[in-house]
């Protein structure tokens, strides 16, 4: 059972200066759930997970390259990202907020 004391917020928590902070919110069997918060980056951030990963952004603005395409992506989107996928964060707006949801393949 879980009691609102056992609550817990996602709005919390201050960007960082640069860069970005990544919490583990929630990790069960093949299933990993973690917030993003943006700082200010200086040059683009390169990615590739071994997971498949579905990431929405809960607040802000960024600019992604996904294996070669430009996407856009503004409050309430969200995009999937198959496992070992290069992708790019290009742009983020300063505090932005992100939750993403790591499982394995199932290819």
């Given at each position: 059972m ?75 989107d ?30």
């Amino acid at each position: 059972m879980i009691l609102k004391s056992d609550a817990f917020n996602i709005f919390t928590g201050e960007p960082p200066k640069e860069g970005e902070v990544f919490e583990t919110l929630f990790l069960k069997d093949d299933i990993k759930i973690v917030k993003i918060i943006s700082g200010k980056i200086e040059e683009p951030m390169e990615f590739c997970q071994e997971e498949d990963e579905w990431v929405v952004l809960c607040k802000g603005r960024a600019l992604l390259a996904v294996d070669g395409r430009r996407v856009e992506l503004k409050e309430g989107d969200y995009i999937y990202i198959p496992a070992k996928t290069p992708h790019t964060l290009l742009e983020v707006e300063e505090g932005s907020l992100w939750l993403a949801f790591h499982f394995k393949s199932s290819q």
